[in-house]
């Protein structure tokens, strides 16, 4: 096992998604900086993303209207300082990623061309710029591409950041300032130490907590429980966004299937083929995510069904194969043609609306720690996200934090050392089955109790089991060496636990936290903030 490997940088990027990129780009024209990623640079939910990013292109449209659009899907839980920030920057930000090549649709309006912006739920405008259904592969691939190329950029794929170091840890005196992070080589297996002058986040979601999810492998929550270990306050956990409309099959492990498709006429179906969400909601398809996956989740265990139908069907073919061709491809491999036959699906657990607590400027508490993209809560989705207004804040917010991470370079030192990792007190592990049944509980029993629909008594349940998983997985994690599966199940553990003390604390429904026990909302909606101790 090596040991003492260590790097140094002026910026450390921890995550390769649209946050981590956009970041990196922003700031290598003036220094170093060294991004790693837990997989290949491309895996993470951007590369996923379908629908597309909102900003006021149309002329018809304004910024005050997405700002009120996001108010609202937002259920008065938002930040207006920081929805008014994201929405009036949302153009600048489109229009760098245009400039670093990010080929978004176009269509000719009275011979010229422009972009061509579809709607998606909770936007009362077309908005949505979009590459066909794959925005984000174009996205991610477009913004990989710039930095391979950038002199000034290493990335370091299969690195795990373990956790982040502070002063506070090495013993240092004065404020609590981030100095470093160790990372877990997964080709070498062994850990390096990171020096940085500062350390960015960008690590993405949550969503792997729960049993059946949209997000890839990597969505575990590391960077919010690496956070809250160094001493970040986290807010609004309990926010955790279920995309209703996820492929429902066998053979595909929750497949997508965007909201474009109903803001474009999909209709949801009952298995006996008649409609059910003008029964929820006036806006019927077209209402907000949370509304949809409950009227979703509701018919499902009222019948006793598996699943749901999403049918597009009625639609010209063309139309269908030209707007939705991976989807198209997807199903059709899978034996469905979504142009003659209606879509199974179910819900499953999509974003990660809260996280660590952050300015406008992407600024944690720790000096020198920022965090970025979906890691983060910056108070712009409230209670519930907007479809589309993620990889924009992940643009938007990396922007930001690039512009005040640059104004504060010249004054800030790289501590010359750090102690290595102490790897002496660990043995390999000879019971891995102990790691493989943790993290099948914990995935499972937040699926049941902290879901869809939630009441305190599921709450105290999955607590208590929560707190006996963390005191296990902690006894595991010190006496054995690291593998992926650990540090992963070590992080989602800590996350349940947020997520679940959150919910707890919000006695009342909001958005996309629903509780039996409290159906109705309180007059002053405050974000749920977790202080770590000190
Ligand atoms: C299927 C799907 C469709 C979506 N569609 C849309 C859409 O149409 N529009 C929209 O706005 N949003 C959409 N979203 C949400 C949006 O894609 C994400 O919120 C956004 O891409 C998050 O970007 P990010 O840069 O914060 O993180 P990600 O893109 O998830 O990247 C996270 C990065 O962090 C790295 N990482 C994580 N932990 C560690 C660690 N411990 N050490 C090292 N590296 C680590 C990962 O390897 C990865 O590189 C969708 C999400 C999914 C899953």
Redesign the pocket.
């Known amino acids: 096992m090596k040991a003492g490997i260590e790097h140094s940088t002026d910026v450390l990027v921890?995550?390769?998604?649209?946050?981590?990129l956009t970041l990196a780009l922003k700031l290598a024209k003036q220094c170093r900086v060294t991004v790693?990623?837990?997989?290949n640079?491309a895996?993470?939910?951007?590369?996923?993303?379908?629908?597309?990013?909102a900003a006021v292109f149309d002329e018809d449209d304004t910024v005050e209207s997405h700002v009120e659009d996001t108010l609202i899907a937002g259920a008065g839980l938002c930040d207006r300082q920081a929805v008014q920030f994201t929405a009036q920057e949302a153009r600048a930000a489109l229009e760098w990623l245009i400039r670093k090549g990010v080929d978004f649709d176009e269509e000719e309006h009275d011979g010229e061309s422009r972009y061509h912006l579809t709607r998606e739920g909770g936007h009362s405008h077309r908005r949505i710029l979009h590459a066909a259904d794959a925005?984000?592969k174009e996205v991610q691939l477009t913004l990989e591409e710039q930095a391979h190329r950038h002199p000034n950029i290493a990335l370091l794929e299969r690195?795990?950041?373990v956790d982040l170091i502070t002063t506070t840890k090495l013993g240092l005196a004065g404020d609590k300032r981030v100095v470093g992070a160790y990372?877990w080589n997964r080709s070498q297996e062994h850990v390096e130490t990171i020096r940085a002058r500062f350390v960015v986040l960008?690590?993405?979601?949550a969503s792997k907590v729960y049993q059946y999810t949209?997000?890839?492998d990597?969505?575990?929550g590391?960077?919010i429980a690496m956070a809250w270990r160094a001493g970040c306050r986290v807010a609004n956990m309990e926010f955790n966004q279920f995309h209703p409309t996820c492929l429902y099959h066998t053979e595909a492990r929750n497949f997508?299937l965007?909201e474009a498709l109903r803001g474009e006429g999909a209709l949801l179906k009952r298995p006996d083929g008649s409609r059910f969400m003008p029964d929820f909601d006036p806006r019927e398809e077209l209402a907000p995510r949370d509304v949809v996956a409950r009227a979703i989740d509701f018919e499902m265990k009222r019948l006793g069904a598996d699943c749901m139908f999403l049918d597009i069907s009625h639609k010209d073919p063309a139309f269908v194969t030209k707007h939705f061709p991976t989807i198209y491809q997807r199903c059709l491999d899978l034996g469905i043609d979504i142009t003659r036959q209606p879509i199974p699906v179910v819900p499953a657990a999509?974003?990660t609306c809260g996280g660590v607590m952050t300015d406008l400027d992407g600024k944690t508490d720790i000096d020198g720690l920022y965090a970025?993209?979906?890691?983060a809560y910056t108070g712009l989705h409230g209670a519930n996200r907007m479809?589309?207004?993620?990889?924009?804040e992940?643009l938007v917010f990396a922007r930001a934090a690039a512009r005040s991470i640059f104004a504060q370079l010249d004054s800030t030192e790289l501590l010359d050392t750090i102690p290595d990792w102490d790897e002496s007190q660990v043995t390999d592990s000879d019971e891995h089955v102990v790691i493989a049944h943790n993290w099948h509980e914990l995935r499972l029993f937040m699926w049941d109790y902290v879901g869809i629909v939630r009441t305190d008594k599921r709450l105290q349940r999955a607590l208590r089991r929560v707190e006996m998983l963390k005191t296990e997985i902690h006894d595991y994690y010190s006496d054995f060496k690291i593998s992926n599966d650990l540090?992963e199940l070590r992080n989602l553990v800590q996350i349940a636990e947020l997520i679940i003390r959150c919910a707890m604390s919000r006695k009342e429904s909001r958005g996309l936290h629903y509780t039996l026990d409290y159906p109705e909302q309180q007059p002053e909606p405050t974000p749920s903030i977790l202080t770590p101790d000190p």
Do not use: F, M, R, W
């Open positions: 921890i995550g390769s998604g649209a946050a981590g790693v990623a837990k997989g640079l895996e993470g939910s951007t590369y996923y993303a379908q629908g597309g990013i925005t984000g690195y795990n950041a990372v960008a690590t993405g979601g949209s997000n890839p990597v969505a575990s590391d960077g997508l965007t999509h974003y970025v993209g979906e890691v479809a589309s207004n993620s990889l924009l992940c540090l």
